[in-house]
């Protein structure tokens, strides 16, 4: 088993920057692969970006590229979401996931772990 527990969402203007952090215990969190995703009210969850479980590889959603940094402390059981230029369509709840194949993976379905979400509210 895997705990994860998000944190660093608010209210920021647009324009400004975040970053979301996922804490991690239970099993060795170098293990998992993880990623980030994110639901706006009335709408699907939507991929956002993945790290392997090394960090030697991230990808993210298209939408989202060049404002988007993933990153991950394996020391610190820790991985971490800087967005920048945010926009008021960034607004949603941010959730972090993990699973334990260690491919990247675009698809909520095959994660195996979810945190509780940290909130992030754009003004324009």
């Known amino acids: 088993q895997v705990q994860l527990v998000e944190s660093g969402g608010g209210l920021v203007q647009a324009g400004g920057s975040l970053r979301l952090s996922c804490a991690a215990s239970?099993?060795?969190?170098?293990?998992?692969?993880m990623g980030w995703f994110r639901q706006a009210p009335g709408k699907e969850r939507e991929f956002v970006s993945a790290?392997?479980?090394?960090?030697?590889?991230?990808y993210t959603a298209d939408s989202m590229k060049g404002r988007i940094t993933i990153s991950r402390v394996n020391a610190k059981n820790t991985m971490y979401l800087q967005i920048d230029s945010l926009k008021p369509e960034d607004t949603a709840v941010y959730y972090c996931?993990?699973?334990?194949?260690?491919?990247?993976?675009?698809?909520?379905?095959?994660?195996?772990?979810w945190g509780q979400g940290t909130q992030v509210t754009v003004s324009s």
């Open positions: 996931a993990a699973h334990s194949d260690r491919a990247i993976s675009t698809r909520p379905g095959v994660y195996e772990y």
């Open positions: 790290i392997t479980w090394g960090a030697g590889t991230t």
């Open positions: 239970g099993r060795p969190f170098s293990s998992y692969s």
